[in-house]
């Protein structure tokens, strides 16, 4: 197979971060006929917001110095344009697996990879955004749950922008708690979506990474560890969404959230992450990635990311 070969419709689990998707990568990924890379950001995040491909040896380079990509292993072909480029990728994900069908997970921006791949098809995976506000705080990346929220927003303002312009037959939404309590009529229902055999192979990963049985547990964990007045306020901002989802709300009335408190949680989301940041890497490392940041020193950020990613590689699940 040419390396510049177009890779026809592959499928593309998107969704926010925190909502399961590795799970769900990691069941299809172990089907006998699918391939499934991991996050693959890096397909869309340098082309510009009307749809632009970025300069080629620009992108070759910040391929280079991507964290995330490293992970995948992937050659550059200097040959290849980026619409080539990037299906090459997938076609190499797909060679080295030895299986007919390739897909990737793409948390954001996933709007743009239409355009790229216009008969490209979609497994929209989406949890509740409670849950998800949570585990977005566990991770650091918010510093508290109204501001994790966010993440939640983003993808489903995305899919629902993106969801109207591909056909019917080229999408399907699963819920991650329907995921968790009945895997296998699930699975079922993307293979058929697929095109394929369900495959009890799907449930292999527990014996190849470090990700236990789905576990109805996970279900709902905003119940026992949120105080009631963040979970007031944050029902404020996604009630209506989360209602629009299917999920009930806690029964307690919302706070909601002047613009003056907005400042104050944002503000507050940033010095916890800042804090997180100091426990997670250092001291002297987070405010060395800080100031070489702002002040604009390229080579000495540079370093300091790398440093970061080593950290970050060795406390990945």
Known sequence: MPSSTLVRSPVFLVGSER???????????????????PESEFIV????????????????????????FQLHRFSIDDGLGFVELVNDFLNQKRSRDKKDIVGATVHFQFRKLRQIWPQGRYIYLYRDGRDVANSIVRMGWAGNAYVGADWWLEAEKEWNELRP????ADWIEVRYEDLVADSRAQLRRICAFLGIEYSEQMF?????????????????????????VDLRRLEAKVGDRLLDRGYELSGYPSIPVPWLARKYLYLHSRVNVFRFRIRRFGAALTFLETVSRRLGLNELH??????MDRIINATLK
């Open 204 to 228: 292999d990963y527990v014996k190849t990474s470090t990700y236990g049985a789905p576990d109805v547990r996970l279900i709902a964990q905003w119940r026992k560890g949120m105080r009631t």
């Open 302 to 307: 540079r370093k300091a990311i790398r440093r």
């Open 45 to 68: 995040t340098q082309m510009s917001d009307d749809g632009r491909y970025p300069e080629i040896r620009r992108y070759r380079e910040w391929l280079s110095n991507d964290r995330v």
């Open 165 to 168: 312009a591909l056909d019917v």
């Open 19 to 37: 909502s399961g998707t590795t799970l769900l990568r990691l069941m299809l990924d172990h089907h006998p006929a699918i391939a499934f890379n």
